[in-house]
């Protein structure tokens, strides 16, 4: 048994955006060479998150409008009076409380187990933001 690890670095543009890095996963897990397992990925930023879900450009419009509308970024949030870093951003970190910081995908035959329709999302919830991280580790064979 082998646990290899990786970081994706990625930049946002936009105050909420959701960004596919399937590929990205699948390019690292190729040049692995491990067939079997599990693979765990996280975020490593309290307004950021990670979802498999469908990608679809106009499904992905859709998730932003509901995020958007259910936790509207100009809400009265004590957060914001006295932010760590100058951001207010309550608002983001009070979306991320209904999403995952990580997520954990099958390998098998050296593929990520996923349905048809299904992708890895990385789901910016305070951009834009020139520097992000997911942090892989693969535990296999």
Do not use: C
Request: aromatic share 4%; proline share 3%; charged share 25%.
């Amino acid at each position: 048994m082998k646990i290899l690890r990786h970081r994706l670095a990625l930049a946002t543009a936009a105050p909420i955006e959701i960004v596919d890095v399937t590929e990205r996963v699948r390019d690292w897990l190729a040049g692995t060479g491990l067939r079997d397992g599990l693979l765990t990925l996280m975020t490593l930023h309290t307004t950021a998150r990670l979802n498999v879900n469908e990608r679809e450009e106009r499904l992905q419009r859709d998730m932003v409008t509901l995020l958007k509308r259910t936790i509207p970024r100009d809400g009265d949030y004590l957060h914001n009076l006295d932010t760590v870093d100058g951001r207010d951003n309550a608002h983001s970190h009070l979306l991320g409380l209904f999403m995952s910081s990580s997520e954990t995908i099958p390998v098998a035959d050296g593929a990520l187990v996923l349905g048809g329709w299904q992708s890895i999302f990385f789901v910016e919830l305070d951009g834009p933001r020139e520097s992000r991280s997911i942090e892989l580790q693969l535990l296999g064979i």
